[in-house]
Every structure is written in structure tokens, then in C-alpha cells.
């Protein structure tokens, strides 16, 4: 399994934006479909986004669209997630996580279906 480091977390402004960073370990990052969850207090952990192995096909959750942006560079082993536009409602926890097989590009994804996961970056919004 690839090891998977979160950062970039903070307390902004609702309209501001964020730029998370995720940092595996290993020499096969890019052999990875990587995905992005949130959960907030009291709430189940929920998709945010996900890329493919080369960074060409993304899929985002209906409530990021538009707004949120997931990239990757394969050469540093990372995956990024920035947030623009910022809500009170995206105040979470989120992580990052790493699967093999096929990109879906829908709404297939669910974190049963990711192996690896890291120690999530906690973001909060304020009004």
C-alpha cells in the first residue's frame, strides 16, 4: 500500500481559497486512481473528487462543481485539491486516498472502494 501525507489545511474566510496537498510514498504513485473525502462534525465521511492515473478525466461531487479543482503531478507523487469559493459548508476533515482498477467517472466511487488513506487536514470556513 502507498503511505499518504495531508497538508495545506487552515482557517479561511468564506469566498477564500484553499490548495491541499497529498504526498505518497512509494515509487508507484501513478499506477493509483487518487481520490479526495471530507467529513464534517456528526456527518458520514463523503466523496469530494477523484482523478484518474494521468491527471486527464476527473469526477466531483455535484457539491464541489465548479468550485473545487483536483490535479496531480505524478512526478512528485502528489495530488492536490484546490477549493475556491469557499462555504461555511465545507468545514471538514478531509483526506485523501489511493485505489487501484478502472476510473469510473461517476459516481461509482465510495471510500469502500480505496485501500490507502491519509491522516486528514482539517478545514474550517467562517462566515
Known amino acids: 500500500q502507498v503511505q499518504l501525507v495531508e497538508s495545506g489545511g487552515g482557517l479561511v474566510q468564506a469566498g477564500g481559497s484553499l490548495r491541499l496537498s497529498c504526498k505518497a510514498s512509494?515509487?508507484?504513485?501513478?499506477?493509483?486512481?487518487m481520490g479526495w473525502f471530507r467529513q464534517a462534525p456528526g456527518k458520514e465521511r463523503e466523496f469530494v473528487a477523484t482523478i484518474d492515473w494521468t491527471g486527464g478525466s476527473t469526477y466531483y461531487a455535484d457539491s464541489v462543481k465548479g468550485r473545487f479543482t483536483i490535479s496531480r503531478d505524478n512526478a512528485k507523487s502528489t495530488v492536490y485539491l484546490q477549493m475556491n469559493s469557499l462555504k461555511p459548508e465545507d468545514t471538514a476533515v478531509y483526506y485523501c486516498?489511493?485505489?487501484?482498477?478502472?476510473?469510473?467517472?461517476?459516481?461509482?466511487?465510495?471510500?469502500?472502494?480505496?485501500?490507502?488513506w491519509g491522516q486528514g487536514t482539517q478545514v474550517t470556513v467562517s462566515s
Open positions: 486516498a489511493a485505489r487501484f482498477g478502472s476510473f469510473y467517472g461517476s459516481s461509482r466511487d465510495t471510500q469502500a472502494d480505496f485501500s490507502s
Open positions: 512509494g515509487r508507484t504513485f501513478s499506477r493509483y486512481i
